[in-house]
C-alpha cells in the first residue's frame, strides 16, 4: 500500500470494513486482538493503527514499530484459531501506520482468552464490535454456507403443527407449475420425509423450521417461528392504500403476493410483425423471483417482516421487496449476476424447486434482469442493501417500448432469446448512445474482455454498429424495427467528430454541442474514464483522440 492509497482509505472513514487505532497509549494488546477477531468474525477488512477516530495520523508506538512480521506473529499467537493477518508499514511525515489486512474467518474465531466478537453497524450507523452470541453461531455458519438452518428441527413442534390443507396446497402447486411430479404420488408423511420437513426417531416426527414454514398450522408459526412475517403494502406518496401483514406458511404467502399484485398488474400491447407482445407494469416471473428470494434467504432468527411495496411516488412507480438478514458471505449487489446461488436456508430453497416455485436452474436473479429489460425498464436496484438487510426495487415506470421493439428484432437477428449480458449491452448503447467494453463490464459484473465479446457478437449480427471500439445500435436495427434513433446526445456528437477530425479539444466540444464550458468537461470526463477518448498532452495543447490500440506488443 503506498501513501496515497492510505490517505484514500483513511479519508473515507471508518466503516464495516475499516477501522482505526489510535497508538498513542500505546494501544492495549487486549484492544487489538479483540478489533482483529472482531472484524475475522464478520467480512474481513483492514485495521488501521496509529490512526485517531477523526482520521488524523498520530504514528506508532515504539513498542509496535519494530517489524511487521512480529506484529503478524503477535496476532495469530492471540487468537484461536490463529488469523494469518498481513502487516505493512506505511511511512507518512506525520507518522507510522501500521495497515494491518484482516481475511474473513471461515470458523468461528476467539480471542485466546474466550472471547466471541463480531462487527457491526450501531443505530447511528457508526461501526463497532459487540459478543457473538450462542444463539447466533447456526446463522454464522449458514452465511458461509457451512450450515442450514432450516433443516434443524424444532423441538417443541409435533406432526400435529403442519396443516393437511398445506400439503393439499403442495400438491396443487406442483400440478400447476414446472415441479417434481414424484411428490403427487406420495401422501403427506412421505411427502414431508422426501423433502426434509421432518426428522423421525422412534415414533416420533418432529418438524424442522422448513416443515413448519412451508406447511405448518399459523398457530405454530406464531409460537414458533415469532420472526415470521410478511408485509404487503401500497403506498401513494405519503398515503398508506394497503397495509396488511401475514403469518401465514409459506405457500400460501406466496399465492396471496402474487394474487395482491397480479390484480393491480396492467399491460400495454405491441405488434411485432403480426405477433403481439405484452409489456407489463409488473414483470411476473421478476417480481415472483424477488419475493421468493426474499421468502427464502431471509433470517428467521431476526426479528422484522419480509416487506413486498408497490410505491408511487411524484417521481417514480416502484416495486421494493426487502427482507432481514444480509447477503451471505461472498455475495453482494456488485456479483449477484456471476455468483453462484449459495441459500441462506438450502432445505427451504430446494422444497420451492421442487414445487415449481423458483428457477430450479439456480438463475432467480437473472430473470429478474431480464424480465426489466426485456419490458424497457431499468435493470434492478440493489443499492439500498445493507449488512443486516437486502432489498431489491424495481422500477414500473413508464416502458421505453422503442427498446423493447430494438430488443426483440436483434433477438430475431441472432436467432434466439437475448441473454441478460446482451440486454444490457444494449440497454447502455440505447441509454447512452454509445457504449464501450470498459463502460459495459461493471453492468455485467464480468472483466473487460467478457464485455468485449459480448459486444463483438452483437455487432456480428449487425444489432451494433462498431467503430475503433466503440459500438452504437445499427442503422438496419433501428429501421427493422421501425424505431427512429434517439436524438444526438452530447457524447455521440463528441465521438462522431473525434471519429471524423482525429481529435476534439475542449473548445471544440464547446461549439459542437452548445453547452457551456463545464458541462463539455464533464462530458469529455466522462467518455474518458469509460475509455471511449483518451487525453493527450496539457494545458492548450490538451485534446482528446480515440485510444491508441496496442499491437504486436508494440
Given at each position: 500500500?503506498?501513501?496515497?492509497?492510505?490517505?484514500?482509505?483513511?479519508?473515507?472513514?471508518?466503516?464495516?470494513?475499516?477501522?482505526?487505532?489510535?497508538?498513542?497509549?500505546?494501544?492495549?494488546?487486549?484492544?487489538?486482538?479483540?478489533?482483529?477477531?472482531?472484524?475475522?468474525?464478520?467480512?474481513?477488512?483492514?485495521?488501521?493503527?496509529?490512526?485517531?477516530?477523526?482520521?488524523?495520523?498520530?504514528?506508532?508506538?515504539?513498542?509496535?514499530?519494530?517489524?511487521?512480521?512480529?506484529?503478524?506473529?503477535?496476532?495469530?499467537?492471540?487468537?484461536?484459531?490463529?488469523?494469518?493477518?498481513?502487516?505493512?508499514?506505511?511511512?507518512?511525515?506525520?507518522?507510522?501506520?501500521?495497515?494491518?489486512?484482516?481475511?474473513?474467518?471461515?470458523?468461528?474465531?476467539?480471542?485466546?482468552?474466550?472471547?466471541?466478537?463480531?462487527?457491526?453497524?450501531?443505530?447511528?450507523?457508526?461501526?463497532?464490535?459487540?459478543?457473538?452470541?450462542?444463539?447466533?453461531?447456526?446463522?454464522?455458519?449458514?452465511?458461509?454456507?457451512?450450515?442450514?438452518?432450516?433443516?434443524?428441527?424444532?423441538?417443541?413442534?409435533?406432526?400435529?403443527?403442519?396443516?393437511?390443507?398445506?400439503?393439499?396446497?403442495?400438491?396443487?402447486?406442483?400440478?400447476?407449475?414446472?415441479?417434481?411430479?414424484?411428490?403427487?404420488?406420495?401422501?403427506?408423511?412421505?411427502?414431508?420425509?422426501?423433502?426434509?420437513?421432518?426428522?423421525?426417531?422412534?415414533?416420533?416426527?418432529?418438524?424442522?423450521?422448513?416443515?413448519?414454514?412451508?406447511?405448518?398450522?399459523?398457530?405454530?408459526?406464531?409460537?414458533?417461528?415469532?420472526?415470521?412475517?410478511?408485509?404487503?403494502?401500497?403506498?401513494?406518496?405519503?398515503?398508506?392504500?394497503?397495509?396488511?401483514?401475514?403469518?401465514?406458511?409459506?405457500?400460501?404467502?406466496?399465492?396471496?403476493?402474487?394474487?395482491?399484485?397480479?390484480?393491480?398488474?396492467?399491460?400495454?400491447?405491441?405488434?411485432?410483425?403480426?405477433?403481439?407482445?405484452?409489456?407489463?407494469?409488473?414483470?411476473?416471473?421478476?417480481?415472483?423471483?424477488?419475493?421468493?428470494?426474499?421468502?427464502?434467504?431471509?433470517?428467521?432468527?431476526?426479528?422484522?417482516?419480509?416487506?413486498?411495496?408497490?410505491?408511487?411516488?411524484?417521481?417514480?412507480?416502484?416495486?421494493?421487496?426487502?427482507?432481514?438478514?444480509?447477503?451471505?458471505?461472498?455475495?453482494?449487489?456488485?456479483?449477484?449476476?456471476?455468483?453462484?446461488?449459495?441459500?441462506?436456508?438450502?432445505?427451504?430453497?430446494?422444497?420451492?424447486?421442487?414445487?415449481?416455485?423458483?428457477?430450479?436452474?439456480?438463475?432467480?436473479?437473472?430473470?429478474?434482469?431480464?424480465?426489466?429489460?426485456?419490458?424497457?425498464?431499468?435493470?434492478?436496484?440493489?443499492?439500498?442493501?445493507?449488512?443486516?438487510?437486502?432489498?431489491?426495487?424495481?422500477?414500473?415506470?413508464?416502458?421505453?417500448?422503442?427498446?423493447?421493439?430494438?430488443?426483440?428484432?436483434?433477438?430475431?437477428?441472432?436467432?434466439?432469446?437475448?441473454?441478460?449480458?446482451?440486454?444490457?449491452?444494449?440497454?447502455?448503447?440505447?441509454?447512452?448512445?454509445?457504449?464501450?467494453?470498459?463502460?459495459?463490464?461493471?453492468?455485467?459484473?464480468?472483466?473487460?474482455?467478457?464485455?468485449?465479446?459480448?459486444?463483438?457478437?452483437?455487432?456480428?449480427?449487425?444489432?451494433?454498429?462498431?467503430?475503433?471500439?466503440?459500438?452504437?445500435?445499427?442503422?438496419?436495427?433501428?429501421?427493422?424495427?421501425?424505431?427512429?434513433?434517439?436524438?444526438?446526445?452530447?457524447?455521440?456528437?463528441?465521438?462522431?467528430?473525434?471519429?471524423?477530425?482525429?481529435?476534439?479539444?475542449?473548445?471544440?466540444?464547446?461549439?459542437?454541442?452548445?453547452?457551456?464550458?463545464?458541462?463539455?468537461?464533464?462530458?469529455?470526463?466522462?467518455?474518458?474514464?469509460?475509455?471511449?477518448?483518451?487525453?493527450?498532452?496539457?494545458?492548450?495543447?490538451?485534446?482528446?483522440?480515440?485510444?491508441?490500440?496496442?499491437k504486436n506488443g508494440e
Amino acid at each position: 500500500m503506498n501513501q496515497e492509497e492510505l490517505r484514500a482509505l483513511i479519508a473515507a472513514g471508518e466503516t464495516l470494513t475499516v477501522e482505526f487505532k489510535s497508538d498513542q497509549g500505546p494501544l492495549p494488546d487486549a484492544d487489538l486482538i479483540e478489533t482483529v477477531v472482531c472484524l475475522a468474525n464478520a467480512q474481513g477488512g483492514m485495521l488501521l493503527i496509529g490512526v485517531e477516530n477523526d482520521g488524523r495520523v498520530t504514528g506508532l508506538h515504539p513498542r509496535h514499530r519494530t517489524h511487521p512480521a512480529t506484529l503478524a506473529a503477535f496476532i495469530a499467537n492471540r487468537t484461536v484459531p490463529p488469523v494469518t493477518a498481513e502487516v505493512e508499514f506505511v511511512v507518512l511525515p506525520e507518522g507510522t501506520v501500521a495497515a494491518v489486512v484482516v481475511p474473513a474467518a471461515r470458523q468461528v474465531t476467539a480471542t485466546s482468552d474466550g472471547r466471541l466478537l463480531i462487527r457491526y453497524q450501531e443505530v447511528h450507523n457508526c461501526p463497532g464490535c459487540r459478543p457473538l452470541y450462542p444463539y447466533e453461531l447456526t446463522n454464522w455458519l449458514a452465511e458461509r454456507g457451512q450450515a442450514d438452518p432450516s433443516s434443524l428441527v424444532v423441538p417443541e413442534a409435533t406432526w400435529d403443527d403442519l396443516d393437511p390443507l398445506e400439503f393439499a396446497r403442495l400438491r396443487r402447486m406442483v400440478e400447476e407449475n414446472p415441479g417434481d411430479t414424484a411428490l403427487l404420488d406420495l401422501s403427506d408423511r412421505e411427502i414431508a420425509g422426501a423433502l426434509g420437513l421432518i426428522r423421525a426417531a422412534g415414533d416420533r416426527l418432529t418438524p424442522t423450521l422448513a416443515g413448519l414454514l412451508l406447511v405448518g398450522t399459523e398457530a405454530a408459526l406464531r409460537e414458533y417461528v415469532p420472526a415470521h412475517e410478511v408485509a404487503f403494502q401500497v403506498l401513494r406518496g405519503l398515503d398508506v392504500a394497503v397495509n396488511e401483514f401475514r403469518r401465514w406458511p409459506l405457500l400460501r404467502v406466496h399465492e396471496w403476493l402474487m394474487q395482491a399484485i397480479g390484480v393491480r398488474n396492467e399491460e400495454q400491447e405491441l405488434m411485432v410483425g403480426g405477433v403481439r407482445i405484452g409489456v407489463p407494469l409488473y414483470d411476473r416471473a421478476g417480481v415472483r423471483e424477488a419475493i421468493n428470494n426474499a421468502l427464502l434467504h431471509r433470517d428467521y432468527t431476526s426479528l422484522g417482516a419480509v416487506h413486498v411495496q408497490l410505491r408511487d411516488d411524484v417521481a417514480s412507480l416502484t416495486v421494493r421487496v426487502s427482507n432481514p438478514g444480509g447477503f451471505v458471505q461472498g455475495v453482494g449487489p456488485d456479483n449477484l449476476l456471476i455468483t453462484e446461488p449459495r441459500p441462506r436456508n438450502p432445505r427451504l430453497a430446494d422444497a420451492f424447486k421442487r414445487a415449481g416455485l423458483v428457477e430450479r436452474t439456480g438463475r432467480g436473479v437473472e430473470t429478474i434482469y431480464r424480465g426489466q429489460l426485456r419490458n424497457g425498464r431499468q435493470p434492478p436496484d440493489y443499492t439500498l442493501s445493507t449488512a443486516v438487510s437486502v432489498s431489491v426495487i424495481l422500477s414500473c415506470g413508464p416502458a421505453d417500448l422503442d427498446f423493447v421493439l430494438l430488443a426483440v428484432q436483434a433477438g430475431r437477428r441472432l436467432g434466439r432469446s437475448l441473454e441478460v449480458d446482451e440486454l444490457l449491452a444494449l440497454w447502455q448503447a440505447r441509454r447512452e448512445g454509445v457504449t464501450t467494453a470498459p463502460a459495459l463490464a461493471p453492468a455485467l459484473q464480468r472483466d473487460t474482455s467478457h464485455a468485449a465479446d459480448v459486444l463483438a457478437g452483437l455487432a456480428q449480427a449487425e444489432a451494433l454498429q462498431a467503430s475503433q471500439g466503440i459500438y452504437r445500435l445499427s442503422p438496419a436495427l433501428h429501421r427493422e424495427a421501425g424505431v427512429e434513433p434517439s436524438p444526438v446526445s452530447p457524447e455521440e456528437a463528441i465521438l462522431a467528430y473525434v471519429e471524423t477530425h482525429g481529435r476534439i479539444t475542449r473548445r471544440e466540444a464547446v461549439a459542437l454541442t452548445g453547452l457551456g464550458e463545464e458541462q463539455a468537461r464533464y462530458h469529455l470526463r466522462k467518455l474518458t474514464e469509460q475509455g471511449a477518448l483518451q487525453l493527450f498532452g496539457a494545458r492548450r495543447g490538451a485534446h482528446y483522440c480515440i485510444p491508441r490500440v496496442e499491437k504486436n506488443g508494440e
